[in-house]
């Protein structure tokens, strides 16, 4: 059943952006199915994925419903190292994983069976039960609502160099403003999510101006005794602030030519959990 979980891991978190809704979701399922009579299943593993697939999109249905802060980010996940108990690479980027929330679930679970998994109009139809014209009318609908979406995860020769972040956390540390001016993008946009418990300063923050003097107000008050990590978050390039052994701030970065476009800022504990592990 381990090996059913890491094969059915990348579709329950890439719908739901939650790593322990998708260990539920596919709880659910596994308990289930051992509980049923199997005749009719040909294949384990397919009647599985298709289980775990609408099982996220019921799960996601009732999370849009309930959400009480206005700022949603996804949960981060470690694409640093290679993992031989599950394809990092089925992980959707992060910024993707943004994008996604503005889509209905089932505009958003086609999207990722489409673009993710590589299915078939006809396979898709198969698995959320509905029509081939119904998937690519979703797809279709899905795409209308995102702007400047990338059709593939960022790779290896998409990423800036590691010194790219060594210099920024250097820069941000000397307090060094026309550095940094020059290393963000004139339309930048800053996002905070500090779950229900933390009140962040702003959500939303948009501009190069407005960005720098968050960017510099937010470190020197908060963050700017605490141990930083670089590493690599849904295959993005992302910072981790410890205070000692614990986790309080996770950020994940977004680039367009070789500038920072969007910085997403995760304090909320409970969305820290996995990587603190």
Avoid at 19 to 43: C, F, G, P, Y
Avoid at 113 to 137: M, P, Q, V, W
Avoid at 139 to 160: A, C, D, E, Q
């Amino acid at each position: 059943m381990k090996n059913y979980q890491n094969i059915l891991f990348p579709y329950a978190y890439n719908i739901l952006g939650s790593v322990d809704d998708a260990k539920d979701a596919i709880q659910d399922v596994l308990t289930k199915h051992l509980s049923i009579e199997k005749n009719h299943i040909k294949n384990d593993i397919s009647y599985l994925i298709k289980s775990v697939i609408n099982q996220s999109i019921n799960t996601k249905k009732r999370n849009s419903k309930t959400t009480v802060n206005s700022m949603w980010l996804p949960e981060p996940l470690s694409t640093e190292k290679a993992d031989a108990n599950m394809d990092r690479n089925e992980i959707i980027s992060y910024s993707i994983l943004v994008l996604l929330e503005k889509l209905t679930a089932q505009e958003r679970a086609v999207f990722i069976l489409k673009e993710a998994f590589d299915y078939s109009h006809k396979d898709i139809a198969k698995t959320i039960g509905i029509t081939i014209e119904n998937s690519r009318k979703l797809l279709s609908r899905g795409k209308t609502k995102l702007v400047n979406y990338k059709t593939t995860n960022y790779s290896n020769n998409s990423l800036p160099p590691s010194s790219y972040m060594e210099n920024y956390v250097q820069t941000i540390k000397n307090g060094d403003v026309k550095r940094l001016e020059e290393m963000l993008s004139k339309d930048i946009s800053l996002h905070a999510d500090g779950g229900e418990n933390i009140k962040v300063v702003r959500e939303l923050t948009i501009g190069k101006f407005a960005s720098l003097k968050l960017l510099f107000y937010v470190f020197k008050t908060y963050l700017e005794l605490l141990s930083i990590k670089i590493t690599q978050i849904n295959h993005q390039p992302a910072l981790l602030f410890y205070n000692e052994d614990t986790l309080i701030n996770c950020q994940v970065f977004d680039f367009e030519d070789n500038k920072v476009k969007s910085i997403f800022s995760i304090v909320d504990p409970n969305k820290l959990k996995s990587l603190s592990l």
